[in-house]
């Protein structure tokens, strides 16, 4: 591991609190995110607005709509599944409707304002992701380079089989992408662009590199169909909307929308494709599967028979040997049904070394029957 990976890692690990004090108060990091994204989406929204010469008193009312929105959404998600979810794209969708319907009930020309909110939305999403990383939910896969959490999150909800383990900082990186794409919509804005040029703009490329952030996802609890999870195939839904939208005249064209919206199609097929091509391995590190294998390390450490199992049929067991005069720390892996190819051994030899072993290196050796040895040297 390189020094400067290894100082980016130090300075990520700081960064995560659950509770931040001010003053002599603590208060939830995630809340503090919010509220701050608020206060921003309203003056960027209300400033847009008022730099072409619309009437604040309409966006204020469509800002007002909005927050009724979101606070509805989580209040009915928190009925239909028992626990509170804050899923943005069901709250951008619920926005922007809900939006364009006042606005026609007000008579105004709803593009000019949709410009405002969508970006409001953006900058809203930006503070919020930074929430996200502060207290450990959207994270990211166990990775070499990112943030770590501490028992603490765990207290506060955070997965306790990935307490201490290194996770890829997707959070940041959304908030970062967003931010830009903010900004960019924000010059359109004032640089006089069509009206609903900065909404598709937006939704395009926020849709974009949600796609591609997906696949680096590490939080469990969400829906997946056709090997693809539901943000992937909303992004492409809403990208195709608005090339539709854009051909039938109620946006400005752009024609390489459409190219976009084709071509994360395209990643779809080619994806689907590969991935029969590799024996469906990805069902072996979708994150449910990846949530399964920490606990099972877990178990398998804790028991007195050192075996445990996951719902894919994998089995690890795991134990401290002397290899040769190095003491090591092996892990067994085996499958059923069908056998473990070595493949997706290796492939799981990486995720438990992420897992349990980040400063070490490891090797995987081929057993009998079927089973793969996973070595690694104590330090």
Same mark, same amino acid.
């Given at each position: 591991?390189?020094?400067? $990976? ?47 010469? &619309?009437?604040? +008193? ?111 900082? *997707? ?6 992408? $967003? ?9 359109? $804005? ?10 598709? +703009? ?72 590969? &991935?029969?091509?590799?024996?469906? &391995? ?33 089995? *690890? ?10 003491? $090591? ?22 995720? *438990? ?27």
């Amino acid at each position: 591991m390189t020094g400067l $990976v290894r100082r980016s890692n130090s300075l990520l690990d700081r960064l995560p609190h659950a509770m931040i004090t001010w003053r002599t108060r603590r208060l939830p990091a995630f809340q503090v995110c919010g509220c701050l994204g608020l206060e921003l989406a309203v003056l960027l929204a209300l400033g847009l607005v008022l730099y072409q010469g &619309r009437s604040p +008193w309409v966006m204020g009312a469509v800002i007002a709509s909005a927050i009724g929105t979101f606070y509805l959404l989580a209040f009915a998600t928190k009925i239909i599944t028992g626990e509170e979810q804050l899923i943005y794209y069901h709250h951008e969708i619920g926005v922007l409707l809900n939006a364009a319907l006042l606005l026609t009930l007000l008579g105004q020309p709803p593009l000019p304002y949709l410009d405002a909110t969508i970006l409001g939305v953006g900058m809203f999403l930006t503070c919020g992701r930074i929430g996200c990383l502060m207290v450990g939910c959207c994270h990211g896969r166990p990775c070499g380079w990112g943030v770590r959490y501490r028992p603490e999150h765990a207290e506060a909800g955070f997965p306790a089989h990935y307490v201490g383990v290194r996770l890829f900082p *997707i959070q940041a990186v959304e908030s970062l992408w $967003v931010l830009g794409v903010v900004l960019v919509g924000s010059s359109m $804005v004032l640089g006089g662009a069509a009206p609903g040029a900065a909404l598709a +703009w937006y939704v395009v490329m926020y849709d974009l590199g949600r796609f591609c952030f997906e696949f680096v996802r590490g939080d469990s609890d969400r829906t997946y169909m056709a090997g693809f999870s539901e943000g992937q195939w909303i992004s492409l839904g809403l990208t195709l909307l608005v090339a539709a939208l854009e051909l039938a005249g109620v946006l400005p064209l752009h024609d390489w929308h459409l190219a976009v919206a084709v071509g994360l199609a395209l990643v779809m097929l080619l994806v689907t494709l590969w &991935r029969r091509r590799q024996n469906h &391995r990805e069902h072996l590190l979708r994150p449910a599967h990846l949530r399964e294998i920490a606990r099972a390390l877990t178990l398998a450490e804790d028991s007195r028979t050192g075996v445990a199992h996951t719902s894919r049929g994998l089995h *690890i067991s795991t134990g401290v040997a002397l290899d040769g005069t190095v003491a $090591v720390r092996h892990y067994t892996l085996s499958r059923s049904p069908q056998p473990l190819a070595e493949a997706d051994a290796r492939a799981i030899a990486g995720v *438990i070394r992420h897992l349990r072993h980040q400063e070490q290196t490891h090797s995987l050796r081929p057993g009998n029957h079927g089973t793969f040895h996973v070595v690694v040297p104590l330090p």
